[in-house]
């Protein structure tokens, strides 16, 4: 044992011994004497001797309770997470030492504490953040709890505390969540829910399936119109290649079959085998640039260059198309510098006046440039055959042709317009059609005004 917890031990048992011997000594002289007052001696003595016995056993004790009871009252304090300063003790090493291993195990505790905060944050954070609804089940389906995204921007209109089969609208998906969660197994589907199409997945948290359940709710609706939209893409194609190999395949086996003896028959042949390849060919071309496009988030071959002295070498390009048709081309424009890739602005500008050129029979082709404001505006104005309002709206879409038949003849591959559209975007521009069947159409290209150098040519 320690000097410090031996020493009052043996202070007590020799005070203890001297009193013994004290007694037993005035016994001895009492009854030699015959003193009656021995008696009267001996009980004060006694009294004497408990005091004694009681005062020093108190000091030990209260010695050996004080630092326990700071200790205590040091983790009281912190279960109900009040810091305070750890009491310090050195008459007593043992109880030091049990101070220092409390001391540690608060630490260690802190430690965990903050790590587990932590955690809990930053799981908080990508919960909330995350662009997927999540909701939290107990074991019998009781919603738990739920992340934001869920109800304000998914509109589910979850209720903590309910169950869950009861707060979806979607019978089919209640079905499916409620067969999952009594089967205790995992589980999907799809609903549309306020034309938003929703993929709901619901997992056990562990595989004891004693934690409860949770239900990722993903916005699936894009995805879908992507695929969609891939799925018409590859299907126009396909369709779009295959009509111009079919006839260049037919023509040569026709050549094949004897008709390449007749030289007026075979040369015939021959142009429309050349014109279907050169359509074919200006297909693949927009495809691959439509390709292109995607791929490039941002235009990557920015320069300055004079938007007017461009589109005069477009409409230089495009004059014997015109003159063909005897159509004239009006343009007026105002001298204006533009940072942007220039050959995007080319194709933009080719694309466009052909495509007036195209569906224009008779009259005139007007080009505008010029600057509204803090606008840009190229405006291309033809008289031809026009657009009816039913497809007014779809005339970007990829393939889409108002007059299949026409748009063949004229050479066009259906991606003109689309091809315009996705490259206006990718600079940051808007277009727009207005147009009037019989009539002609107007379309006008919009592009914000903070990059020029801007004077003015009447």
Not at 349 to 367: A, H, K, M, W
Request: aromatic share 10%.
């Amino acid at each position: 044992m320690k000097k410090k917890i031996l020493i009052p031990l043996m202070t007590v048992v020799s005070a203890i011994s001297v009193l013994i011997l004290l007694d037993a000594y005035l016994y001895y002289l009492g009854h030699n004497n015959g003193d009656l007052s021995y008696f009267y001696r001996m009980i004060l003595l006694f009294c004497i001797e408990l005091l004694l016995i009681y005062g020093i056993t108190k000091k030990f004790v209260d010695k050996i309770q004080e630092p326990i009871w700071r200790a205590t009252q040091y983790v009281t304090h912190l279960d109900h997470g009040i810091e305070m300063e750890l009491p310090h003790y050195n008459e007593t090493e043992e109880y030091q030492d049990l101070l220092i291993a409390i001391d540690h195990i608060v630490q260690t505790y802190y430690n965990t504490a903050s790590v587990l905060d932590y955690e809990q944050c930053k799981s908080e954070f990508i919960v909330e953040h995350l662009e997927q609804g999540i909701i939290m089940l107990d074991d019998n389906g009781i919603v738990l709890e739920n992340n934001s995204y869920t109800n304000d921007t998914l509109k589910l209109g979850v209720i903590i505390g309910k169950q869950i089969t009861d707060i979806l609208s979607d019978a089919k998906c209640s079905q499916v969540i409620g067969k999952a969660l009594l089967m205790q197994e995992e589980a999907n589907c799809e609903v549309m829910h306020d034309e938003t199409l929703l993929y709901f997945d619901i997992k056990p948290l562990s595989q004891m399936k004693q934690f409860g359940y949770m239900i990722s709710v993903k916005d699936i609706t894009k995805k879908h119109t992507f695929g969609e939209m891939r799925y018409q893409f590859v299907s126009n194609v396909t369709h779009e290649l295959k009509t111009p190999l079919t006839s260049i395949k037919g023509f040569v086996e026709t050549l094949q079959m004897g008709a390449i003896e007749q030289p007026e028959v075979a040369t015939r042949f021959l142009e429309i085998i050349e014109l279907e390849a050169d359509r074919l060919y200006a297909l693949i071309e927009d495809i691959l640039l439509l390709s292109d496009i995607e791929q490039t988030p941002l235009p990557t071959e920015t320069e300055v260059f004079n938007m007017r002295r461009l589109l005069y070498e477009v409409i230089e390009l495009l004059s014997p198309q015109a003159a063909s048709k005897v159509l004239k081309l009006h343009f007026r424009l105002e001298n204006i510098t533009y940072e942007g890739d220039r050959n995007h602005f080319k194709q933009i500008f080719i694309n466009l006046l052909s495509n007036s050129i195209r569906y224009t029979e008779e009259g005139r082709i007007n080009i505008y440039l010029k600057q509204a404001e803090d606008d840009i505006l190229i405006i291309f104005q033809d008289t031809g055959v026009g657009i009816a309002p039913a497809h007014t709206d779809r005339i970007f879409e990829r393939f889409y042709r108002v007059d299949k038949s026409r748009s063949r003849q004229s050479g066009g591959t259906g991606l003109g317009l689309s091809i315009a559209k996705e490259m206006v975007e990718l600079h940051g521009g808007h277009i727009s059609v207005k147009s009037q069947l019989g009539t002609g159409t107007i379309v006008t290209i919009r592009f914000e005004a903070l990059k020029l150098d801007f004077d003015t040519v009447i």
